[in-house]
């Protein structure tokens, strides 16, 4: 799969160019493009791109430090592809990005879709403690993991998240929580004006259902999806449901 600048992203060509909006999916902190899962990394009938963020899964670079540069990156990186507008669906941290990209940069936004997301993304005291040492930067794995699945959730899918993620330096990781930390668009998103799907898991412990109830409540042309048996990683838990919603809001996206 391409690389492009300090970029790498899965391209699925489910669609001729033109036909239907192109889809970028943005993972969340600690992540890469396999979080998604292959019914959302390849939406039947849309090109769909997943991109591993700076200093992420195959991506080169170090990561950033805010939610501004790591837009600014995805900025680049649209023109250095020629992607000039798309849907972009991010989750946890991707969704700030991706609010981050529509409230500055809305002409490159069809629509948006915000998934285990939040206005504001605290992350707790001890979490970002255990993820600034390389000697507890595990129990920060651990701890994300415990908060990002319900109960019921497979083992296997809690394994698979933690092998991943512990791939990561420590230091990305870190800085993304950072990141989240310090983003706060509560007093804008108002000013989203494009089609908003925002969907979360009804057991999220990481972005409680409140912070989506608050998103959808304030973005003018927005939807909410609560999807039942599912936390934080609810495209993990469950992938069909996620990608069934997804195809239905995109429907009503015209391009």
Known sequence: MPISGDVYFYLYEGS??????????????????LYWPPSVRRLSGYRV???DLPGHGKSRGRGQQTIQAYRDCILSWMEEIKLHSAVFIGHSMGSAIVMSLALEQPQHILGLGLVGSG?????????????????????????????????QAPEQLKVLAAKRMIEIRYSVLYND??????????????????????????????????????????????????IPDAGHMVMLEQPDIVADSLSAFLEGIYY
């Open 16 to 33: 001729q160019e033109g036909q239907k909006p192109p889809i970028v999916l943005l993972h969340g902190a600690g992540g890469n493009h």
């Open 49 to 51: 791109y997943a991109v």
């Open 119 to 151: 206005a504001r993304l605290k992350v707790s005291k001890i979490l970002l403690e255990t993820a600034s040492s390389p000697t507890t930067f595990h129990n920060a794995i651990d701890t994300i993991v415990s908060w990002s699945f319900a109960p």
């Open 177 to 226: 929580l950072l990141a989240c930390d310090a983003f706060d668009v509560s007093e804008h998103v108002d000013k989203i004006q494009c089609p908003t799907l925002v969907m979360c898991g009804e057991q999220d412990k990481m972005t409680p259902k409140r912070y989506s109830q608050f998103l959808a409540d304030r973005i003018p042309h927005s939807n909410l999806a609560v």
